[in-house]
């Protein structure tokens, strides 16, 4: 966290999203190899948080808005590259509060910063808990936590609840070491017994394995452990080679088995390198893979519709003088990175990345002092300059585990790859929720019929994307559908 800027935003130029060149010309065939961005979008607050809603709008919110209400917020709509105010309405700062979202689509947000005269930065934590609703775009209060928290992460489990691991106290001077459970079923707090306690560092990378344990990653020292929700046991894993990634990024990748960490700040400078973890090896350690082009520190990782992984933004230092702004491309497949375009806007610290249900990635956020501060941009990945998408003509609105889900589409027979997608909720270079979940399926006659995943533990309950990959490796637009 920093003081807030004193800069007051201006309006830049809006650019519709999603406006492509004439397929052919020079314009359009090098985004077909590195994609293109928007010009930045005026929405009027910081995107430090920002999460995908099953409506296809994307919650962004920031500080207090020091005036007798919460923190400001808005609702993005990437349709139409506009924007309405949904603030707080109750006396209430969230910014730097872990953010996640419950099964039935709801954003649940924990902690945050007291409210303080002017809007200045508490570094203490706090103990409310807020939840946004995408059906009636109203806040409400779920209740306290037991312990105070600023910097918590958030983990939905697979039985629906909501894991809390970390966080700074209401002092600013020690971090929170309980773990805390929010079950949407009783509207309540539980904390877990003794066993589950473990000092994990402020805002610790968390993901659910396909066994049901969560894979905890701590960027200050790169221990790595895994917790097991069903009997609060702790087990160390490794350690990162590169130890300290300080605001690094990190993502499960396609398979659901291999966990990516990128970039940060090691002890000595902020570092390009990469390195992965293998949970399906029989003892599980960190390896480098392909570095990135350019050093990151607050880099946003943003799992693509064809399952590749962007990054996006961050840069040598956390102001904007050090930002880079070139993206890159990590192919999982090959374990190398590509250069992509690059955005006009500095993304450095407090900047959010999430995948659009189109297929695009939403870039917002990062206290600059800069008026783009208060902006979002839009980046087309290469796969939307490549040819005619497969579209899916019909989806299910909702499957349960186990089920058979039938997916209409005039393009069945060239499809190669079928994928539940959650989407994202982000911030400080963690993203809770993005999961890419590969489905085995079958080819019909305008019909593909995928196999939903038995299991919770795969792809834990919730609004997920459904898509459909061709053999040229583009995908379609993504359908909500609700997994129960």
């Known amino acids: 966290m920093r003081r807030r800027s004193s800069v007051v935003p201006i309006v830049l130029l809006v650019v519709a999203a999603g ?12 985004s077909a190899t590195i994609g293109s961005w928007t010009s930045t979008i005026q929405v009027g607050v910081i995107g430090v948080h920002a999460a995908l809603l099953n409506t296809g709008k994307v919650l962004l919110y920031e500080f207090d808005a020091n005036n007798g209400v919460g923190s400001k917020a808005v609702l993005f709509d990437p349709a139409t590259s506009t924007s309405s105010r949904v603030d707080v309405p109750f006396r209430r700062n969230i910014i730097c509060s872990g953010i996640s979202l419950l099964a039935d689509g709801r954003v649940l947000t924990t902690g945050g ?21 995408p059906a009636t775009n109203r806040w409400t209060d779920p209740g306290v936590m037991a312990y105070p928290r600023w910097y918590p992460s958030n983990v939905l489990l697979p039985n629906g609840s909501t894991l809390v691991f970390s966080g700074r106290d ?24 003794a066993a589950a306690n473990r000092q994990t560092g402020l805002y610790p990378r968390t993901v659910v394995l396909p066994d049901g344990r969560i894979l905890v990653t701590r960027s200050l020292n790169g221990v790595t452990d895994t917790f097991d929700p069903r009997t609060n046991a702790w087990k160390q894993i490794d350690t990162m ?36 973890l293998d949970m399906s090896a029989a003892n599980p350690q960190w390896t480098y893979t392909g570095a990135m082009a350019f050093a990151r520190r607050n880099p946003n990782l943003v799992l693509l519709a064809d399952g590749t ?5 961050g840069g040598t230092t956390v102001g904007p003088s050090g930002a880079t702004k070139t993206a890159e491309l990590y192919d999982p497949a090959t ?54 998408r497969p579209t899916i003509s019909s989806v299910p609105g909702s ?24 989407p994202g909720a982000v911030t400080h270079s963690v ?48 359908k909500f559908l609700r997994l129960r």
């Open 309 to 313: 992984v962007l990054a996006v933004g």
């Open 19 to 30: 406006v492509f060149s004439v397929a052919g010309s020079p314009v359009a065939n090098a």
């Open 241 to 276: 080679n590169a130890g300290q990634r300080q605001d690094g990024s990190v993502v499960l990748l396609p398979g659901l088995q291999r966990y990516l960490s990128v970039g940060g700040k090691t002890k000595t400078a902020v570092t390009k390198t990469a390195e992965i």
């Open 170 to 193: 209401a002092a600013g001077t020690r971090n929170i070491a309980q773990v805390e459970r929010y079950d949407p079923a009783t509207g309540r707090w539980t904390t877990l017994p």
């Open 399 to 422: 499957a349960g585990y186990g089920q058979q889900l039938a997916i209409s589409t005039p393009d069945a027979s060239r499809i190669s790859r079928v994928a539940l997608i959650r």
């Open 431 to 478: 993203n809770f929720d993005q999961r890419y979940v590969d489905l085995t399926f079958t080819r019909g006659s305008g019909t593909l019929t995928a196999a939903i995943p038995s299991s919770a533990n795969t792809a834990p309950p919730g609004w997920y994307l459904v898509v459909i990959v061709d053999t040229q490796g583009i995908p379609s637009v993504g």
């Open 335 to 388: 374990g190398r990175w590509r250069q992509m375009a690059a955005q006009t806007a500095a993304r450095t610290y407090h900047s959010t990345a999430l995948l659009l249900p189109d297929g695009r990635v939403l870039s917002a956020g990062a206290t600059s002092g800069l008026p783009e501060q208060t902006t979002v941009d839009i980046y087309s990945p290469p796969y939307l300059f490549k040819g005619p």
């Open 113 to 133: 910063e007291p409210y303080t005269a002017g809007g200045n930065d508490a570094f203490q934590g706090i103990r409310e808990s807020t939840i946004f609703d």
